[in-house]
């Protein structure tokens, strides 16, 4: 063993052991060998080294995608005069946190589409540009229909909170009867957090330790009218975590999952997290603490690079208070102009 160690690695095992002679005359006179066969056990580590093998390729394709989009940028930047009318509205747009090819691809496509010229007064341009953000900013309300709500996403961005000012929403305001599960068993203190929720409310909650037990909870909750899922806050760059959380979604059926994500998180990092979350099946999205930042371009540029609809934002801590249902319209000016004044307080409570 020490023999093959050395020479296959300290994965190697052995397959077969027999007896043999060598041939010839001189085979029968002298005692038998022993062969010896071996190989790698490729079933040790494969799993650590597959993961790794996905978060390499997962970065490269990340990197691949970021110089396309530089190359982008730097093509239609030729075409984008830094003396006419729209230049200025590029630099307003970045400003806010606009990712540049997203903003000059906007600009492009007014230019294109409506050929205004240089003369164009700029409550015309800003008009044009309100209306292209809209277009790029996808908004759906709840369907009627929907019976489970999944909310997933990184750590820190509030998914409790947000659940917990939804379900009282749907308790105090819409006389819903909602139950709870939750399967953030990690973060410690989470499962009080919600329980403490959910007495407020009288909401019944389940706690889902593993996927095995995911049935018996929603057999539990079956005669509810919406059931909230909360989901332990997983890390973007960490492939093993983010396919544990699948585990546990692919035993929720025809669930309406959304990516929770803060509108302060860096352009670099909500790219990370919309591509490694795909493969939870996210279809909705919620952006949290748009009370805490003044610069709003992250919520266009993430419509924008995953096309799919906002339903929800949330503008501060109290609960159930300080939520709103996403508006393109009053979203876009708030990325043109950074005006917070629409956002307001106690939004459902009102």
Same mark, same amino acid.
């Given at each position: 063993?020490?023999?093959?160690?050395?020479?296959?690695?300290?994965?190697?095992?052995?397959?077969?052991?027999?007896?043999?002679?060598?041939?010839?005359?001189?085979?029968?006179?002298?005692?038998?060998?022993?062969?010896?066969?071996?190989?790698?056990?490729?079933?040790?580590?494969?799993?650590?080294?597959?993961?790794?093998?996905?978060?390499?390729?997962?970065?490269?394709?990340?990197?691949?995608?970021?110089?396309?989009?530089?190359?982008?940028?730097?093509?239609?930047?030729?075409?984008?005069?830094?003396?006419?009318?729209?230049?200025?509205?590029?630099?307003?747009?970045?400003?806010?946190?606009?990712?540049?090819?997203?903003?000059?691809?906007?600009?492009?496509?007014?230019?294109?589409?409506?050929?205004?010229?240089?003369?164009?007064?700029?409550?015309?341009?800003?008009?044009?540009?309100?209306?292209?953000?809209?277009?790029?900013?996808?908004?759906?309300?709840?369907?009627?229909?929907?019976?489970? /709500?999944?909310? $997933?996403?990184?750590? *820190?961005?509030?998914?409790? &909170? +947000?659940? @917990?000012?939804?379900?009282?929403?749907?308790? %105090?305001?819409?006389?819903?009867?909602?139950?709870?599960?939750?399967?953030?068993?990690?973060?410690?203190?989470?499962?009080?957090?919600?329980?403490?929720?959910?007495?407020?409310?009288?909401?019944?909650?389940?706690?889902?330790?593993?996927?095995?037990?995911?049935?018996?909870?929603?057999?539990?909750?079956?005669?509810?009218?919406?059931?909230?899922?909360?989901?332990?806050?997983?890390?973007?760059?960490?492939?093993?975590?983010?396919?544990?959380?699948?585990?546990?979604?692919?035993?929720?059926?025809?669930?309406?999952?959304?990516?929770?994500?803060?509108?302060?998180?860096?352009?670099?990092?909500?790219?990370?997290?919309?591509?490694?979350?795909?493969?939870?099946?996210?279809?909705?999205?919620?952006?949290?603490? /748009?009370?805490? $930042?003044?610069?709003? *371009?992250?919520?266009?540029? &993430? +419509?924008? @690079?995953?096309?799919?609809?906002?339903?929800? %934002?949330?503008?501060?801590?109290?609960?159930?208070?300080?939520?709103?249902?996403?508006?393109?319209?009053?979203?876009?000016?708030?990325?043109?102009?950074?005006?917070?004044?629409?956002?307001?307080?106690?939004?459902?409570?009102?």
């Amino acid at each position: 063993m020490q023999q093959i160690k050395q020479e296959l690695g300290p994965d190697a095992i052995i397959i077969q052991s027999r007896k043999v002679r060598q041939k010839g005359i001189w085979g029968f006179l002298r005692p038998p060998k022993v062969e010896i066969t071996a190989a790698v056990d490729s079933a040790a580590g494969s799993q650590a080294k597959l993961a790794a093998l996905e978060q390499s390729w997962q970065q490269e394709m990340g990197e691949l995608k970021q110089l396309v989009n530089q190359l982008l940028a730097h093509q239609q930047k030729q075409t984008i005069s830094s003396k006419g009318p729209y230049f200025t509205y590029l630099q307003q747009l970045v400003a806010q946190g606009v990712e540049t090819h997203v903003a000059q691809a906007l600009l492009m496509e007014i230019e294109q589409e409506y050929e205004l010229g240089d003369n164009i007064k700029a409550e015309v341009l800003e008009l044009m540009l309100s209306k292209k953000i809209q277009q790029y900013l996808p908004t759906e309300k709840l369907p009627a229909a929907a019976k489970i /709500l999944v909310f $997933t996403g990184p750590t *820190g961005v509030g998914k409790t &909170t +947000t659940l @917990a000012k939804l379900a009282a929403h749907f308790v %105090l305001t819409e006389k819903k009867r909602v139950g709870m599960i939750t399967i953030d068993t990690y973060r410690i203190g989470a499962v009080e957090q919600l329980r403490t929720y959910a007495a407020i409310t009288e909401i019944p909650i389940e706690v889902v330790i593993t996927p095995k037990n995911m049935q018996a909870a929603l057999e539990k909750l079956a005669g509810l009218d919406l059931i909230l899922v909360d989901t332990a806050g997983r890390s973007a760059k960490n492939s093993m975590q983010v396919a544990e959380l699948n585990s546990f979604l692919t035993q929720l059926p025809a669930a309406e999952v959304f990516l929770v994500l803060s509108v302060t998180t860096k352009a670099k990092d909500l790219h990370l997290i919309t591509e490694r979350f795909r493969k939870v099946g996210y279809n909705r999205l919620i952006f949290t603490k /748009l009370d805490e $930042t003044a610069n709003f *371009g992250a919520i266009l540029n &993430t +419509t924008y @690079a995953t096309g799919l609809p906002l339903t929800y %934002l949330t503008t501060g801590q109290n609960v159930p208070d300080d939520l709103e249902e996403a508006d393109r319209e009053k979203i876009a000016q708030l990325i043109l102009r950074g005006e917070q004044s629409w956002i307001r307080r106690n939004a459902y409570g009102s």
